[in-house]
């Protein structure tokens, strides 16, 4: 069975770009007082950072369901803080991360549309193998009109940024005829990643499966394939995990 070798599509190493840093005034627990009871007030550039349509409307329903918690995705005591909450203008589940530097600093804002996801599984914090860092992932899709295209995207926090570690297709199909269908899970190891993709081409005919090896790149910040490895966790025979040698790591919106 030939590896699927596209299953991730590394983001991570020198070409990549951390995602912009806006330093703020207020604390994140402020930030939520001010969106959910208009104090403190934040100031227009803060607002514009949220790029969120209700920060400093007088109509407090356009921003619905918000909360705040507290992760660690780094090794020093200060935890950052995510931010989640529903935009109604935009019709979106937002989540803003924070982290503090000299100053707080949003680090990063992820959006997804309400009928796409769930508030409180849009973005968490992982840590999917002993030897890699937690990372923050988020769910996308970057599917257009005729078709479902999800992505587990993943960040690691360096030096007060969020940069780009890897990313997963874990669902593609499109409604109107197709030609496959495509779901990925992703399994671990202690130390490995095992990911399992099942195709079906033409949808709806007889699966095939694919299995694939990597391991954290401690220098790139992402997972790598090991080709060499295939036959320790793959069963060779149906293209398959062999099942007592990795266990679902929950990543999926497709349970
Ligand atoms: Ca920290």
Not at 21 to 37: A, G, K, N, T, Y
Not at 117 to 130: A, I, W
Not at 187 to 201: G, N
């Amino acid at each position: 069975m030939k590896p699927a070798l596209l299953a991730l599509l590394f983001t991570g190493g020198a070409w990549a770009q951390a995602l912009p840093v806006v330093p703020f005034r207020l604390d994140p627990e402020q930030v939520l007082r001010s969106l959910r009871d208009r104090r403190p007030v934040m100031s227009e550039s803060e607002c514009g950072a949220l790029a969120l349509s209700g920060c400093r409307s007088e109509e407090p329903t356009r921003i619905r369901g918000i909360s705040l918690r507290w992760v660690q995705l780094d090794t020093d005591e200060q935890l950052e803080a995510i931010l989640v909450l529903t935009g109604e203008a935009e019709d979106s589940h937002i989540a803003y991360v924070f982290d503090r530097q000299a100053q707080w600093n949003l680090i990063g804002s992820f959006e997804c549309r309400r009928h796409r996801c769930e508030l409180d599984r849009m973005v968490r914090v992982q840590q999917l193998t002993k030897d890699a860092p937690p990372l923050l992932f988020c769910y996308r899709d970057r599917g257009g009109s005729g078709t479902v295209n999800w992505y587990n995207e993943s960040f690691h926090l360096r030096a007060g940024r969020l940069w780009p570690s890897f990313q997963v297709i874990t669902y593609e199909y499109m409604p109107f005829r197709g030609p496959y269908s495509l779901v990925r899970r992703v399994r671990a190891s202690d130390d490995r990643l095992v990911i399992h993709t099942i195709r079906e081409q033409p949808p709806g005919t007889k699966p095939q499966h694919s299995c694939e090896v990597l391991r954290w790149d401690a220098e790139r910040f992402t997972y790598r394939p090991v080709a060499a490895e295939q036959a320790k966790y793959c069963d060779s025979r149906n293209g398959q995990p062999l099942a007592d040698k990795s266990f679902p790591a929950v990543l999926s919106l497709l349970r």
